[in-house]
């Protein structure tokens, strides 16, 4: 392509130092254009001012039309009934607030109320149990200084002859037989019962067995037994104290005998 130059006008030179350098790389990208911000918003009496400085600088000779001044008014209005219910809700919001932290506090304190009250019903009432005798599930045997403690056993549907073998700490081992055991639960005092050799005062551990209709012996259900000689608390629970060894929770007795 020829290019053509007019008379009297210079050639640009484009070889040699004068030649202007290339372009290098990608152009560089404007930076984004940010609009200032007003973190501040106009309330009703901005607004108010807005409009009564329009009024007072509007042109005598061309005043503000009727339809614009009550559309302005109009949202004026607007603007004061919006923030009035701003207010409300925000007080509404705070007034629900106040009243769930003191149902919750209320619902707080009943729970409290509720467990010291059951805590102190079951207190006095394993206190009126000193002095008893209790049953749980187990085969512990609790003889006192009298010798007397309570061989208590379900029979099932056998009856007749039977046999209780106590245990004691060391091993040694004492039996003694049951006369006219019926079916179903039934209680021994070991004062009653002869036991070979002799039972000494202490904590044992003991089975029994009832003779079938065939002659042969069954094992029987047993029952732990002894007499309630104290209370503690343990956690704020009452636990009794049996046989002055065995502690259990009220709640694991399945009876109270006097």
């Known amino acids: 392509m020829i290019t053509s130059i007019r008379p009297g006008s210079s050639v640009p030179d484009t070889s040699g130092a004068n030649a202007p350098d290339p372009a290098v790389g990608p152009a560089t990208p404007s930076a984004p254009r940010t609009l200032p911000t007003n973190p501040l918003s106009l309330g009703k009496n901005d607004f108010l001012k807005l409009l009564v400085a329009q009024l007072k600088h509007q042109d005598p000779m061309n005043p503000m039309d009727g339809k614009d001044m009550a559309a302005q008014l109009a949202q004026f209005s607007s603007v004061e009934q919006l923030q009035e219910l701003n207010t409300k809700f925000d007080a509404q919001g705070k007034a629900?607030?106040?009243?769930?932290?003191?149902?919750?506090?209320?619902?707080?304190?009943q729970k409290t109320a509720n467990e010291n009250l059951v805590s102190l019903i079951e207190g006095q009432a394993a206190m009126a149990t000193v002095g008893k005798t209790g049953v749980t599930d187990g085969n512990q045997l609790f003889i006192d200084r009298s010798l007397s403690g309570t061989v208590l056993i379900d029979a099932g549907t056998n009856h007749g002859a039977g046999i209780v073998t106590a245990t004691g700490a060391n091993g040694e081992t004492s039996t003694a037989a049951l006369s006219n055991v019926v079916a179903g639960q039934q209680a021994f005092?070991?004062?009653?019962?002869?036991?070979?050799?002799?039972?000494?005062?202490?904590?044992?551990?003991?089975?029994?067995?009832?003779?079938?209709?065939?002659?042969?012996?069954?094992?029987?259900?047993?029952?732990?037994?002894?007499?309630?000689?104290?209370?503690?608390?343990?956690?704020?629970?009452?636990?009794?104290?049996?046989?002055?060894?065995?502690?259990?929770?009220?709640?694991?007795?399945?009876?109270?005998?006097?």
């Open 96 to 109: 629900e607030a106040a009243i769930a932290a003191s149902i919750a506090a209320l619902t707080a304190d």
């Open 189 to 258: 005092d070991t004062k009653d019962l002869t036991f070979v050799p002799p039972l000494k005062a202490g904590k044992y551990t003991y089975g029994a067995s009832v003779a079938t209709d065939g002659g042969t012996f069954q094992s029987v259900k047993t029952y732990t037994t002894g007499r309630i000689t104290g209370m503690r608390y343990e956690k704020g629970n009452p636990i009794l104290i049996i046989g002055d060894s065995l502690s259990l929770p009220m709640s694991k007795l399945t009876q109270i005998r006097s």
